[in-house]
């Protein structure tokens, strides 16, 4: 795959998870909301809100993209499964906008771990 197109893709990737990590860690009151409603307030706010900053450095530096993808997958695929199981699909009236944005973050964090999947420590050689 191009490795412009990959680049795209780490950049819109970190630009996504880096904004919801800083929003998150902001005290944005969606944010509060939601992790209220999972019973995770605010301790798994701020662990989740820490994950998805790593996730973006990782991403934005390249050499790291792969685990930073891979962090961005698990984090994303945990959100949707709170999306699924409690806090349903449209999150304060806005139109299911945040499951979107779930959704596009795993569409483009895809594309990279595949392609950088070598790059993983212990098992990417093997890959």
């Known amino acids: 795959m191009n490795s ?3 680049w795209t ?3 819109i990737a970190a630009c996504i998870i880096g904004g919801a990590g800083l ?3 902001m005290g944005n009151p969606t944010d509060q909301l939601l992790f209220a409603e999972l019973g995770m307030e605010p301790f798994g706010r701020y662990l989740i809100a820490s994950l998805e900053v790593i ?3 990782l991403l ?3 050499i790291f993209a792969a685990p930073g993808a891979l962090l961005a997958i698990g984090t994303m695929l945990g959100a949707i499964i709170a999306h699924a199981t409690v806090l ?3 999150v304060q009236g806005d139109g299911g906008l945040h499951l979107v944005l779930l959704v596009t973050l795993l569409l483009v964090s895809g594309p990279v771990l595949f ?3 070598r790059e993983l420590p212990l098992v990417g050689s093997t890959l």
């Open 9 to 11: 893709c780490q950049a």
């Open 4 to 6: 412009k197109i990959i």
């Open 60 to 62: 934005a530096s390249g």
């Open 23 to 25: 929003l998150k860690f």
């Open 115 to 117: 392609v950088r999947r």
């Open 55 to 57: 996730a973006a450095a």
């Open 88 to 90: 349903g699909a449209e």
